[in-house]
């Protein structure tokens, strides 16, 4: 059974102002109908998350952020996944390579990041309303980042941007509530959008490599949860790391 007080709440959430022109431009009818459809990963990813060890132990878990568990969790989980990707963006807007790229760069850039922000924040503001509690404000690492070249930023920002879109695709069958899933449908549009032109930023006509499609079935690729944060707690402090343990796996 779905819990019709945690939808009307996400509902509710969705009816309030999110103050950015941009999103409602981009998205055309805001966060309202859709599935979680898409996936993705790409080489960077799939070398970080080799780094990381699959389990953890009881002292590491005790010191990462727990998402929960059930719909809430999953939707605390792409709340982390929208903090990492905002904190990265805005670093952007603050460099060398942004100051000195081209103008259609520098137009995606600033899209780009608008639309991040407002996923934080909406996500943030959809948990509430659901009578639910947001994890805290993460702490990121980009200490590995080299924000000065075009490479440098682009190929995190691709990294990003596929792992983002596989933890959707991943996630989707996951969620039990038809009103979560609707709202994560719109989220990942844009999502893909936002791999698909930076993917084409960095190498022309790759936004549907065989890295992120499958090409027996012209479907995109998906990562679980598990997956996506072995990846993402590379870019997190210590006491910001995700533990995903209690969310659902089937």
């Known amino acids: 059974m779905h819990n019709d007080t945690e939808a009307k709440g996400l509902s509710e ?3 309030m102002p999110l103050e950015r022109r941009n999103f409602l431009r981009y998205t055309g009818l805001g966060l309202a109908v859709g599935g979680l459809a898409l996936a993705g990963c790409n080489d960077v990813m799939e070398d970080m998350s080799q780094t990381q060890s699959a389990s953890a132990t009881a002292a590491d878990m005790a010191n990462m952020v727990d998402v929960g568990s059930g719909d809430v969790g999953i939707l605390n989980y792409a709340y982390a996944l929208e903090q990492l990707e905002a904190a990265f963006y805005a670093q952007v807007l603050q460099t060398q390579y942004y100051n000195s790229t081209s103008a259609p760069q520098r137009v995606f850039l600033r899209d780009i990041e608008a639309h991040e922000r407002i996923h ?10 659901a009578g639910a509690t947001p994890i805290k404000d993460l702490e990121v690492d980009f200490s590995s980042i ?3 070249t075009k490479n440098g930023v682009l190929s995190v920002a691709k990294a990003f941007e596929d792992l983002g879109v596989a933890a959707y695709n991943g996630a989707g069958k996951l ?6 899933l ?5 989220i990942v549009s844009v999502e893909a ?9 960095l190498e022309y006509n ?3 490599g065989p890295d ?8 995109e690729k998906s990562m679980m949860p598990a997956q996506v944060v072995a990846v993402a707690n590379n870019f997190l402090k210590e006491g910001s790391k995700l533990n995903v343990s209690n969310l659902p796996t089937e």
Do not use: C, S, W
């Open 182 to 186: 609707t709202i994560a449908g719109k």
């Open 193 to 201: 959008r936002h791999a698909a032109i930076v993917r084409d930023f």
């Open 120 to 129: 934080r924040e909406f996500f943030k503001m959809a948990i509430t309303a």
């Open 13 to 15: 959430g969705l009816k």
């Open 206 to 208: 790759t936004f549907v």
């Open 146 to 148: 080299d924000f000065r």
């Open 212 to 219: 992120v499609v499958d090409q027996t079935n012209a479907l």
């Open 175 to 180: 969620i039990k509530n038809p009103a979560y």
